[in-house]
């Protein structure tokens, strides 16, 4: 009889700690699918993320070129105008974007708006692209990836 009490509560002993390793061992697994999933999600994103980072580095030297060029009346910064222009062309192939940008550049070509409305239109483009990655973000729980999407999008 004592041999079977000590058989039982060698089993219970032994049941416990097990379950409980059992249990850590499930939290983790399904820690680790979840970062998994989060990491092929960002990967497939990856590309497309790569290319609105260039191209919103492109828009920003455009956006600063052609304040110069408006500030100087057309007589300064076109040379190196053209050469951004068809680098952000380029990025805007590789995305298939709309051509919301073509409306701006006439406007600052034939200098029919202000240096602060150019300023303000190439801001309000270059934030409409950082959507994407604020929309990015939010699927990923990793914080130090989400810090670094967000503090890019800061950047504008």
Partial sequence: MKSDNIMSDLRILTFIPITIVG???LFFLFSSIQQFQEL?????NNSKIEKI???VMHLQQER???SGYLG????KFSTQLAKVKKKVDNDYKKLKLNQELLKIRNKVI???ISTI???LSYTKL???LQVYYISTAKHISDLHLVKQLQAYTNLS
């Fill in 126 to 128: 270059i934030q409409n």
């Fill in 64 to 66: 600063g070129l052609s």
């Fill in 53 to 55: 980072s260039i191209l």
């Fill in 23 to 25: 249990i850590i061992f």
């Fill in 110 to 112: 034939d200098l029919h």
């Fill in 40 to 44: 092929q999600t960002l990967q497939k």
């Fill in 72 to 75: 100087s009346k057309g007589t």
């Fill in 117 to 119: 409305k150019s300023f």
